[in-house]
């Protein structure tokens, strides 16, 4: 459910055949998120992730740009919601890989465990949350 306050636009870089980027999009806008798109080859965005300070480890599929953070990967919208509202000096939130039942990847009811990681600007990682297995 949407909440009274929108959130800002978040600018999604993905490759152009990645369904789940897009599905993990349309959950956002669910949530009252404004999503775009811009589709890259996946060299320049693999290049992209790099040059902005996205660990190795952290890399998923996509990355989305909001008011100064990246989102790297299938992070739930309450996890950014919180990001802008406690506003850490970090680089932002990854979910590395692609967890089934994370969003965009499959029925939350099969979740597989996951954590969301913050990045700091060293590009250290810690765990900001941690989702269990559904049971």
Not at 94 to 109: C, F, I, L, R
């Amino acid at each position: 459910m949407a909440s009274a306050k929108a959130a800002p636009t978040i600018h999604v870089r993905k490759t152009s055949t990645c369904a789940c980027c897009t599905a993990w999009g349309g959950i956002l806008e669910h949530d009252g998120f404004a999503v775009t798109y811009e589709n890259l080859a996946a060299g320049l965005l693999a290049r992209h992730k790099f040059a902005n300070g996205i660990p190795q480890e952290m890399v998923s599929c996509h990355t989305g740009e909001i008011d100064g953070y990246f989102i790297e990967g299938h992070v739930p919208p309450a996890d950014i919601r919180r990001l802008l509202e406690e506003r850490p000096d970090a680089l932002g939130l990854a979910v590395p890989g692609m967890p089934y039942g994370s969003p965009g990847m499959g029925p939350e009811q099969g979740r597989e465990a996951y954590n969301v990681f913050l990045i700091r600007r060293d590009r250290s990682t810690e765990v900001y949350t941690s989702y269990d297995e559904a049971a």
